[in-house]
């Protein structure tokens, strides 16, 4: 009988480093930064052995849920123009936006949730979060969930 594959969240700190030397590899060959697997493990540091070993493995977490949907919590200001700047962001890195809910403004903040797919981004979800913690009014933003 098959044994079901277990799936573990773990801070980067507490892993191998072989195992980020690995995610550097898949990482430096998905963006294009090297064409080969060899360029990119002998670059890192890396036998390409181990790197055959793992690369099937290993991946960011967010990476790992290809069609996911993730619903995002934010916090902004009652200010004309934040919520677009937003949804600019989210259409600029490919995330297709499936639903918006903004609470009536109290004390100047409003809170924003949006659900979106994020299995067609142009890049990690990290990087789209923080393109948009860059935005004038917005004071917050987290995971809520992830399907």
Same mark, same amino acid.
């Given at each position: 009988?098959?044994?079901?594959?277990?799936?573990?969240?773990?801070?980067?700190?507490?892993?191998?480093?072989?195992?980020?030397?690995?995610?550097?590899?898949? =990482?430096?060959?998905?963006?294009?930064?090297?064409?080969?697997?060899?360029?990119?493990?002998?670059?890192?540091? #890396?036998? =390409?052995?181990?790197?055959?070993?793992?690369?099937?493995?290993?991946?960011? #977490?967010? +990476?790992?849920?290809?069609?996911? *949907?993730?619903?995002?919590? #934010?916090?902004?200001?009652? +200010?004309?123009?934040?919520?677009?700047?937003?949804?600019?962001?989210?259409? =600029?890195?490919?995330?297709?936006?499936?639903?918006?809910?903004?609470?009536?403004?109290?004390?100047?903040?409003?809170?924003?949730? *949006?659900?979106? =797919?994020?299995?067609?981004?142009?890049?990690?979800?990290?990087?789209?979060?923080?393109?948009?913690?860059? *935005?004038?009014?917005?004071?917050?933003?987290? *995971?809520?969930?992830? +399907?």
């Amino acid at each position: 009988m098959e044994q079901q594959a277990k799936f573990y969240i773990v801070d980067s700190s507490l892993l191998p480093e072989v195992f980020l030397k690995v995610a550097r590899v898949n =990482r430096s060959l998905q963006s294009g930064e090297f064409r080969t697997v060899g360029e990119a493990t002998q670059k890192v540091g #890396l036998s =390409r052995s181990a790197y055959y070993k793992y690369k099937d493995g290993i991946r960011p #977490l967010f +990476e790992a849920a290809h069609h996911s *949907i993730i619903t995002f919590s #934010l916090m902004v200001t009652d +200010e004309a123009g934040v919520l677009s700047e937003i949804l600019a962001v989210f259409a =600029r890195c490919g995330a297709n936006i499936l639903t918006i809910n903004q609470s009536i403004p109290v004390n100047g903040q409003a809170a924003v949730t *949006i659900a979106a =797919r994020t299995g067609d981004m142009n890049g990690p979800v990290e990087e789209m979060m923080a393109a948009v913690m860059e *935005i004038s009014g917005v004071a917050r933003m987290e *995971i809520l969930a992830r +399907e």
